[in-house]
């Protein structure tokens, strides 16, 4: 590590304690501060006894993905941080990426994020996900192909947040997460905000971490109406809070079409799908103006929803 770069990594607990051993272990020789939301399993404990110099920040609820990493986030502004590294708690660093990743935007500051490749978790191949998101870009595919990387950097328009490098004028120019997102989405829109700012978002080859989501239980029953709207609720936030694109005819359409909709199921006598429909209309209508006033605050530069921690 640069002992002449303030780097500070963060991470956000939940109930990890499947993960924590060894991804606490392979950050030995960095801060850490470890933001805890409210986790139910031994995570505290285990933290306390085995690893005392990470600064652990306890929530008395959950406050999901974003709000969590905030906190983090100003604390290390505070701290006068030049990197910081967001990293899950189901990821496992390899030793030396961050300094690789440190040299490399050192070069590359035009640059806003940077992700190393992400690993499953035991590294016999990519992480799944992850290999989608870099189709984007052919030439890492190709140049992976050929098994030799012809750029030190590779541009891609998203890449998810289980192990950013964040530079301080990152954090200083777009902020920290925007918090109508409550767990998942809250990473693509903080690449379209990026993005927005004229930054860019890359992968540095050669460096890796190992991201151990295979071991997430799942669960394949159907979703209720309940969990159903706060689907819907998360993708029109993810759609119309990109403040890349316009969005008031796409709104007015999507509204009209609903309206239609209703209006056409009562005319079936098709009355309970009328009434899901209507209340997604509600869900729409109540949101919107969140939507709006997260596109106005977020279309401006500055370190955005990050509190000055005294």
Not at 253 to 281: C, G, M, S
Request: charged share 25%; net charge positive; proline share 3%.
């Amino acid at each position: 590590m640069n002992k002449n770069v303030n780097v500070k990594i963060i991470i956000v607990t939940y109930n990890g304690m499947q993960w924590l051993a060894r991804c606490l272990s392979s950050c030995i020789g960095y801060d850490v501060i470890v933001v805890d939301n409210a986790s139910t399993d031994e995570t505290i404990t285990f933290i306390k006894e085995n690893f005392p110099n990470i600064k652990l920040i306890r929530q008395n609820s959950n406050l999901g993905f974003g709000q969590a990493n905030n906190i983090g986030l100003s604390i290390a502004l505070k701290e006068c941080v030049d990197y910081v590294f967001l990293l899950n708690q189901d990821a496992y660093l390899q030793p030396g990426t961050i300094n690789d990743l440190i040299e490399t935007h050192k070069k590359n500051n035009i640059f806003g994020i940077l992700s190393p490749i992400h690993l499953n978790g035991d590294a016999s191949n990519l992480d799944k996900n992850f290999s989608n998101y870099i189709k984007e870009n052919n030439d890492i595919i190709f140049d992976a192909l050929l098994n030799k990387f012809s750029k030190e950097i590779y541009s891609l328009p998203f890449v998810n947040a289980a192990a950013w490098l964040l530079p301080r004028k990152t954090i200083e120019t777009i902020g920290g997460f925007d918090p109508i997102f409550f767990h998942y989405t809250e990473d693509d829109n903080y690449c379209q905000r990026l993005l927005f700012h004229d930054m860019k978002i890359g992968v540095v080859p050669n460096t890796y971490i190992y991201h151990d989501r295979d071991n997430k239980k799942t669960n394949d029953r159907p979703i209720n109406e309940k969990e159903r709207l706060v689907l819907k609720e998360r993708y029109f936030k993810h759609r119309w809070a990109n403040i890349n694109v316009e969005i008031d005819k796409d709104l007015k359409r999507n509204k009209k079409d609903l309206l239609k909709l209703i209006v056409k199921l009562y005319l079936k006598l098709k009355f309970n799908k009328a009434l899901y429909y209507q209340k997604e209309l509600a869900l729409i209508n109540r949101i919107v103006p969140e939507i709006y006033k997260s596109r106005a605050k977020n279309a401006t530069s500055g370190p955005h929803y990050l509190e000055v921690i005294k």
